[in-house]
């Protein structure tokens, strides 16, 4: 982590713009705290244009247009459950304990990946190995083959996974739509997540 806070403070002497802000790197957890997580959404690294990212997974502040894989996310919803979302901003989730993760929390504006590989997946895989260590009946919800590859940090035993392409335009229609990702969720948890925004 030290590496990561050096390479941090060098962006920032570099006068790198960095998303989401600072004071948001860490939303995820604060919006669902450890002992409250039931679901979790594993995203690669923030979105990389202005005023999208901000600290949860897949979701951008209200008011801001829905990116294309949020698009499908809302698609596929509304195919599952017959729900239409038109709020960008997924908050509500994370308070029900759908913790939206990012494996990067970081990225630098319009460059997409530019924070891998310096420091936030040791953090982020050992979160997921804690989570899958100390607690039981998480489902995790694994799209793409970057968030499936955290698979093996994940006992089958005491968790679901359930796994998809991922949402981007590029792969929805190769599975991910048709997932029932969402009731399949709903099905395994005691208490459901209300998906409806």
């Known amino acids: 982590m030290l590496d990561l806070k050096s390479f941090l403070i060098q962006q920032k002497k570099q006068k790198k713009i960095i998303y989401p802000h600072s ?29 999208q990212a901000h600290g949860l997974s897949f979701s951008v502040p209200q008011n801001i247009k829905a990116p294309p894989s949020l698009k499908n996310i809302f698609k596929e919803i509304n195919n599952d459950l017959q729900i239409d979302n038109k709020t960008t901003d ?24 530019s924070h891998s590989n310096k420091g936030w997946e040791v953090f982020t895989d050992k979160v997921i190995s804690l989570l899958n260590q ?3 009946g998480i489902v995790f919800l694994l799209w793409g083959a970057y968030a499936q590859s955290k698979s093996i940090l994940i ?19 190769r599975g991910f739509f048709g997932c029932k990702h969402f009731s399949k969720t709903n099905n395994y948890l005691s208490q459901p997540i209300n998906w409806k925004l």
């Open 155 to 173: 006992d089958t035993n005491k968790h679901l996974i359930l796994k998809a392409v991922h949402p981007s335009p590029l792969s929805a229609y």
């Open 90 to 113: 997924l908050t509500p989730w994370a308070k029900q304990g759908v913790l939206l993760l990012n494996s990067v929390l970081t990225v630098e504006k319009n460059s997409p990946a």
């Open 23 to 51: 004071k948001n790197w860490f939303k995820a957890f604060e919006l669902t705290p450890f002992d409250k997580v039931r679901v979790v959404i594993l995203g690669q690294d923030p979105y990389h244009g202005e005023k």
């Open 134 to 136: 100390h607690k039981k």
